[in-house]
């Protein structure tokens, strides 16, 4: 069960003796916190006391991913054990983890369907979209509709305004702030709302202002296409030993040309669950730095491939299971149901099948290499029943820094400049393509530490190396 969590073999020790320390408990909240005398829910909360009572400075909440992700045990996780950088914030800081409304140890429900449509290998045709749009949209009416009291409330605006409540059960005059991914955007939030509640607050891998899927979509695929550009050049250099090509111009034409080729004559193999075909390849091509060198591989063994069996590379990185479900025994690490709804009552795209064909024609012209992955991206919340709710943020004027990485698509650059010009703040930038590595790399975890205790902060770091 450990394991499963990501806690690596030589920390397990650690683990459980960090679990001894962890305190937890449960928070109970308006489920409408514009009616704070009817019904409640709980919110499952943990602390790990700063080990130095005497030189304590306060407490940082962590604000997890998704939206959807557990927080539950990340005072531990992205804290205690992440390395010793990081364990230094807790000398000084209780670390406050929770699960937000809707996920783990907290009240939740579950959809009585995955939003999953079907698809066929092979070309995306128009044909097969349809299928794909409307399987979703029937998906969503009927999540939606399943228990429209409580999955009405599952949004940034009332996981923001949960915190508030936890924050005053733990006795706390503020919260400062450290979020990843869409923690960032309930970062913002929280800011926006209580201002004078919120101390240092520091977001890794900046979400942008605004919550418009569609939009959303076409900004990171152009971000992923730009960073297989350098993974092209890096490939390139190494033209002996992954046969792609001996310029970045060549291995995107090659890389193409795969996509083109499994689109045509897609393979299945009898050891890997998911068919190849061109958006298989497109999802290498979007592999961040850490996996380039296994991507350039896994390329290269689908140039020669003839076999019944997937190729190893191939295997090990488009065989991986789904995340979201746990291992027995394990806290769940993600409420895909959670996820859905935040993200579709405060969708304000909802597009016609029409326009979300449209937007994929244009990802797979002018992106060759990766457009093909994203399918119909943004087309996510059609149908769904029930009305929008979109977060007001404000420009404030607390210590805020924006971690922005330069070169990832999960969270593109540009939004972290967006958000800036949106709320204030300071930018500080990371120089990598991995999502949410700041606090994993020890010279920037040690940058995130010092401003906590100092409230100063570098211009940037390196981020992740590149692979030898």
């Known amino acids: 069960m450990i394991r499963s969590l990501g806690v690596k073999e030589e920390q397990i020790p650690a683990f459980r003796t960090e679990m001894k320390r962890l305190q937890c408990g449960k928070v109970s909240v308006p489920l409408d916190h514009r009616d704070p005398t009817g019904r409640t829910i709980d919110i ?37 054990l992440r390395n010793e950088e990081m364990a230094r914030l807790n000398e000084r800081y209780d670390i406050i983890g929770f699960d937000p409304r809707g996920v783990g140890y907290s009240t939740k429900v579950a959809c009585p369907t ?14 097969t979209a349809r299928k794909v749009y409307d399987a979703q949209l029937a998906a969503n009416q009927q999540c939606g509709r399943s228990d429209p009291a409580f999955l009405g409330q599952l949004t940034t605006t009332n996981v923001a305004k949960d915190l508030n409540l936890v ?4 006795g706390e005059s503020k919260l400062n702030l450290l979020g990843f991914s869409w923690g960032t955007y309930l970062g913002m939030v929280y800011r926006s709302q209580f201002p004078q509640h919120t101390g240092r607050a520091f977001l890794d891998s900046v979400a942008p202002p605004w919550t418009d899927l569609v939009r959303h979509t076409e900004g990171a695929a152009e971000a992923a296409e730009r960073d297989f550009g350098r993974m092209a050049a890096w490939l390139a250099r190494r033209d002996g030993l992954y046969g792609l090509g ?23 193999y009898t050891d890997l669950q998911r068919p190849i075909d061109g958006s298989a390849v497109a999802d290498l091509a ?20 003839t076999g019944t069996t997937a190729p190893p590379t191939v295997k090990q990185l488009l065989g991986a299971p789904m995340m979201g479900t746990p291992a027995p025994g394990a806290p769940e690490m993600l409420n895909r149901t959670m996820n859905w709804a935040v993200a579709c009552n405060e969708d304000d795209s909802r597009p016609s099948f029409d326009t979300a064909w449209r937007t994929y024609q244009r990802l797979v012209e002018r992106l060759p290499a990766t457009g093909r992955g994203w399918g119909l991206g943004g087309a996510m919340c059609q149908g769904w029943p029930l009305p929008v709710q979109q977060a ?16 990832e698509f999960m969270s593109a650059y ?16 990371v120089a990598d393509d991995v999502h949410v590595s700041t606090t994993r790399v020890p010279e920037c975890a040690a940058d995130v530490v010092r401003y906590f205790e100092t409230g100063r902060i570098d211009r940037g770091c390196p981020g992740t190396p590149l692979p030898s």
């Open 114 to 127: 995955p939003p999953v449509g079907p698809q066929a290998p092979g070309a995306f045709t128009k044909e």
């Open 392 to 407: 007001e943020l404000r420009r404030g004027s607390g210590s805020l820094v924006l971690g922005g990485h330069l070169y």
């Open 44 to 80: 499952a909360v943990t602390r790990l006391a700063a080990t130095n009572q005497q030189e304590r400075l306060g407490a940082v909440a962590v604000l997890p991913g998704g939206p959807g992700n557990s927080g539950y045990l990340d005072p531990i996780l992205r804290a205690a």
């Open 246 to 268: 001996a310029t970045a111009a060549q291995v995107r034409r090659e890389v193409a040309k795969l996509v083109r080729t499994y689109d045509k004559s897609p393979k299945t």
């Open 167 to 170: 924050r005053t059960a733990l």
């Open 414 to 429: 540009d939004w972290t400049l967006q958000t800036r010009r949106a709320i204030g703040g300071t930018v500080y930038t």
């Open 286 to 305: 979007k592999l961040n730095s850490t996996d380039w060198a296994r991507a350039g591989k896994a390329l290269s063994e689908l140039r020669t491939s």
